[in-house]
């Protein structure tokens, strides 16, 4: 019988050409990851509104896509430059404010009385507190505030940062609504040619995970962060864009916008605005909790998956990978569940449709 013979040499070359062609490439598209990651993400999510403005839009992909781009500049780009700018102009107070308080003796905080129900019970805790050796954990801790608000301050140039992908995030975005039918197509036929139909299914299953990711956490947060936004607005508190925005990415990271709502509502009760105080203290009762039935109802529209898979995705994704693991998380596990599932499943139809047949006579 005569056996193929095998050229190793060709093979391991081969092999080694393509390592490093892939590796160069990663390479070179590594500043550029993160945002094509993210831009990639709120593609898929905002799809369905991007086709529904072309309709709207006579049929032009170009103008839907100018809209949509427009859209995201609007919604995440000018609000950050906001912050940055207002980080930027407050520095300076904010620093004399850390300072000050580094030599000052700890506060009093009488408007703790004005909170009701437990405004008296608060109040005395703290009296307690200091009278238990608070006083000396204070001017221990003290020196440290000055530290924190200087670190605070010298994050702007971090937020720049931050700015500059976020233009490329959008920028990308535009890109991918004009052609976006192009990129998918060419995704899944790799797909396709790496695993077959499963591969395929794969894909589609993954943008699926993407768009319920993006209905029950981005969504959710939108939401969230404007209707207690609205509640800021209402009561006078300054500075509510930019606390919206603070509360947009704590609901995001699944923190909720609780601790930006009792700042506020505390805020109000010490500069002795109790009837706004009462005000905003209800309404972030309101606002607070409102996830608990909104993520779940939009997730269930985003993709038929088990809502544990999700959420064990988007706060194991965060913590594994940061931020953009908010999407990467959920992906993966339901992909990786799909396909054990189908795995499972793959022997079950011919052992249930398997009929014993009779012996025949003879």
Known sequence: MNMKKVDLAKITLGVLFLSILIISCFLVLRPFLPALVWATMITIATWPLML??????????????????????????????????NVTEKAPMLIELGTSISHSPPPELLWLQQIPLVGDKLYEFWQQILASGGQVLFAKLAPYFGQTARWFASQAGNLGLLFVHFLLTVGICGVLYHSGEKAADGIRRFAHRLAGERGDNATVLASQAIRAVAMGVVVTALVQSSVAGIGLLIAGIPYAMVLVVVMFLLIVAQIGPFPVLISCVGYLYWSGDTTWGTFLLVWSLIAGTMDNFLRPFLIKRGANLPLILILVGVIGGLLAMGIIGLFIGPVVLAVGYTLLDAWIKENDQPAATAVVEPPKAE
């Open 52 to 85: 529904m403005m072309q309709r709207l839009l006579w049929g032009k992909r170009t103008l839907a896509a100018m809209f949509m781009t427009l859209v995201l500049l609007l919604m995440f780009v000018i609000p950050l430059f906001m912050t940055l700018a």
